[in-house]
């Protein structure tokens, strides 16, 4: 379903030593990006396809709003579609690869990343959200195999065999990729450190990215399931911003479902958080209460992961029971302080940063 016209341009990475045959790779350089050319990475190979026959198969890598925009700052909508598939195709013809418009648009996703830029304009930082996702000890409860909290606490995520959930601060991550790409949470940041110098000039103007990384299709499908979500697996079936709204939606909802009311709930003193207690759990008891009462009071200061590994001689069991008996207690109601993400997801607006000019100081113009 493709050509390779100009075979130089690729690369051998490595050779499988089973099949003898090189992967060969094609991908941005620093030089290229700097110079505001985005390119996609392509990686060549061979296996069999669905009649047994052994033949070339092209794996192609990309973020689409660097690829339109030349940054992932301003966000897609489903009529840049096409302008998305034409570009794609003309900078795939530009890397020495042929390919008809219709086969980009129904050809097979095996990973894809939904994302959302949350803009924070009063005063709200991503640092201080990200610690409350923090909060909610993710893997406990989910089939994660480790958390990264990284950066000075300015990005979050969750890793497992098929997926990722990752939180962090936009523009500090910039800030990161200045320094060193290594040190950065994304690829290729260097199409967008033109605007590093944009954002020193910003005022009130905080950006936190919510990213669900979907790695596998078989985890695709088994999410799609979850939500009732009736899709093909083809790039334009998964261009969609509903798809993307309801899979950061299941997430955050993960997240707020792990949180427990302790953290969000402010009392006026000791006194009336003991009163509170008593009077919204009346059947838990006196020794249950001291000790949920104590919880509140450490939790103040220390994070669920900081006080488990305090805990780690008491073993699991004794660990998750705690937990669980928090989860169950009423006190009166709390505003999530997770609310201004939510509010962001449902509405589902594109992030323009021209819609931000009045948070820039001197009316520095985005291009």
Do not use: C
Not at 35 to 50: A, H, Q, V
Not at 111 to 124: E, M, V
Not at 328 to 354: C, D, G, M, R
């Amino acid at each position: 379903m493709f050509h390779i016209a100009d075979m130089k341009l690729f690369q051998k990475e490595k050779m499988n030593a089973a099949r003898g045959f090189f992967t060969l790779v094609q991908n941005p350089t620093r030089t290229e990006l700097e110079n505001g050319i985005y390119k996609p990475r392509l990686t060549l190979s061979k296996r069999f396809n669905i009649s047994g026959r052994f033949e070339p198969t092209l794996s192609i890598e990309l973020s689409l709003p660097k690829l339109l925009f030349g940054n992932n700052f301003d966000e897609l909508v489903e009529t840049d579609f096409p302008k998305i598939v034409e570009k794609l195709r003309l900078r795939l013809k530009s890397m020495g690869v042929l390919v008809f418009t219709q086969t980009l648009v129904n050809s097979p996703v095996s990973s894809i990343h939904y994302s959302k830029n949350i803009p924070l304009t009063d005063g709200t930082t991503p640092h201080y959200l990200i610690g409350k996702i923090k909060q909610a000890n993710i893997s406990l409860a989910l089939d994660v195999n480790q958390t990264d909290y990284r950066n000075d606490g300015h990005s979050y995520k969750w890793h497992a065999n098929s997926y990722e959930v990752a939180f962090y601060d936009k523009i500090k991550d910039i800030e990161m990729a200045k320094k060193s790409e290594k040190r950065a949470i994304e690829k290729d940041n260097s199409i967008q450190l033109n605007l590093f110098e944009t954002f020193k000039e910003r005022k009130r103007l905080e950006v936190m990215r919510m990213e669900v990384r979907l790695n596998k299709r078989q985890k695709i499908k088994q999410l799609f399931k979850t939500l009732g979500i009736q899709s093909v697996f083809t790039f334009k079936e998964l261009f969609n911003s509903d798809i993307a709204k309801q899979v950061l939606i299941h997430y955050l909802d993960e997240i707020e479902s792990k949180r427990l009311l302790l953290f969000d709930y402010k009392p006026t003193s000791s006194k009336s958080l003991l009163a509170d207690l008593i009077i919204n759990n009346p059947n838990i008891g006196i020794r249950k209460t001291i000790q949920l009462y104590g919880l509140k009071q450490i939790f103040d200061s220390t994070t669920p992961r900081e006080l488990r590994n305090m805990f780690s001689k008491y073993g699991q069991r004794n660990w998750y029971r705690l937990i669980a008996e928090a989860k169950a207690i009423k006190l009166p109601t709390s505003q999530s302080p997770l609310k201004v993400v939510l509010e962001h997801l449902n509405k589902f607006e594109p992030l323009k940063l021209v819609d931000f000019q009045d948070k820039m100081l001197n009316n520095v113009k985005y291009n």
